[in-house]
Structure formats: C-alpha cells, structure tokens
C-alpha cells in the first residue's frame, strides 16, 4: 500500500503516526481505509485529548501507546478493535470512559495504574481473553457491566476504594473462579456474578 499523507498523519506500512503539534485527536480524521489498514498507532506527547469513539474500529490495530499526556480514555474509543492484543496506558490515567475497549477481544493482559479514578459502564465489556484484572487502589467509581462477557477471565483483584460493586459487574464471566474483593465493600448489584460458572473463592 502506498504512503497516506496530510497535514495530522501519515500512514505506511501499516503504522499510523500522528504528526507533533496537535493537541486533539478526533475520529472524524481517519476514512475507512486509514480504519481498515492501520495495524500500529503512534501518538506523540503534544496529544492531550482523544475524542469519543476515536480509533474505533481499527479493525487490523494490534499495538498502541496512550502517552503520558493523556489522562481521559473517552467512551467507545477502541470499540470493536478485534485484532488489539499491545496496549500500553498512560501512567497519568484518571477516567476510563463508557465502551472504551468494548469488544477488543484478543486483549490478554491491560495494566491499570494506581491514580486512575473511574471506570465507567461496560469499559471492558467482550474482552473475551482478558485473563487477570488488577484494579488500582484508587479506584473509587465503576460503572454497571465493566468486564461483562469476559468469558476467559479467570482472577480480578478490585480496588480498596470501592464501596459497592454495579450490577453485572462480573456478569457471563465463564472462567472467573476468583475473585478479592475489599473489606469496606458494602452492596453487590444485581447480576453482578451471573453466569459465573466456576467461581469457587470470594476473599476479603
């Protein structure tokens, strides 16, 4: 394939390498074919905001970086980037928004770091070979559904902050047969371990 130019990015070879200089990053810059091809994405440290639904749908992206200048995931920004299996998040991170990596399927492992805040509803929702989740310790809001349909997780570790785990939190997790959950949790949502076929130790 040829190289794509312009005035934000250049796409050869399959890397996708966005241009210093902007600060914004937005799903409308990338036509079907950037989605279709870019199989790397490289985001220098000028970028300071992704858009909703920004690489949503690379269909062939298998690695990306967030830099340490980014702090906010926005809703549905990797939906459906079935092909995703290296992703390396800011250290910086606060928010994770609502379907950011829903459907991102070939994820086995995503490092969450301590001072991340929020993690919304069905953030991780059909990562089906996500196997081990850690959330940080500063962790202190979640949304409903977060690894719903994870059907090969098998362990999760949630933060100390929370209070009360959302309804189908852990709902269809086939494989899930353990799970730590913290000594100040005081609700379980509705659903939240439905379908959760072999879970054998809950610990506190």
């Known amino acids: 394939m040829s190289k794509i130019e312009n005035d934000f990015y250049i796409l050869e070879n399959g890397i996708l390498?966005?241009?210093?200089?902007?600060?914004?990053?937005?799903?409308?810059?990338?036509?079907?074919?950037?989605?279709?091809?870019?199989?790397?994405?490289?985001?220098?440290?000028?970028?300071?905001?992704?858009?909703?639904?920004?690489f949503s749908y690379f269909k062939a992206?298998?690695?990306v970086t967030v830099p340490e200048s980014i702090t906010r995931i926005p809703r549905d920004a990797f939906v459906d980037c079935s092909s995703l299996t290296d992703i390396i998040l800011?250290?910086?991170?606060?928010?994770?928004?609502?379907?950011?990596?829903?459907?991102?399927?070939k994820i086995t492992h995503i490092a969450l770091h301590e001072g991340l805040k929020t993690i919304e509803s069905r953030a991780f929702m059909c990562c089906k070979n996500l196997k081990e989740i850690i959330l940080p310790n500063s962790v202190d809001i979640l949304g409903?559904?977060?690894?719903e349909l994870c059907d090969n997780l098998e362990k999760a570790k949630i933060s100390k902050s929370i209070c009360e785990l959302p309804a189908?939190?852990?709902?269809?997790?086939?494989?899930l047969?353990?799970?730590?959950?913290?000594e100040r949790l005081t609700n379980i949502g509705d659903n939240c371990f439905v379908g959760c076929k072999t879970l054998k130790s809950i610990t506190y």
């Open 90 to 105: 800011s250290k910086n991170l606060k928010h994770i928004g609502d379907s950011a990596f829903y459907g991102c399927e």
């Open 168 to 175: 189908r939190f852990f709902h269809s997790c086939e494989n």
């Open 177 to 182: 047969h353990s799970v730590e959950l913290p």
């Open 61 to 63: 992206l298998k690695s």
């Open 144 to 147: 409903k559904s977060v690894f």
């Open 17 to 54: 390498t966005i241009k210093p200089g902007h600060k914004v990053i937005r799903k409308e810059l990338f036509d079907e074919t950037i989605r279709e091809t870019t199989k790397k994405i490289i985001i220098p440290e000028d970028v300071t905001e992704l858009g909703d639904g920004v």
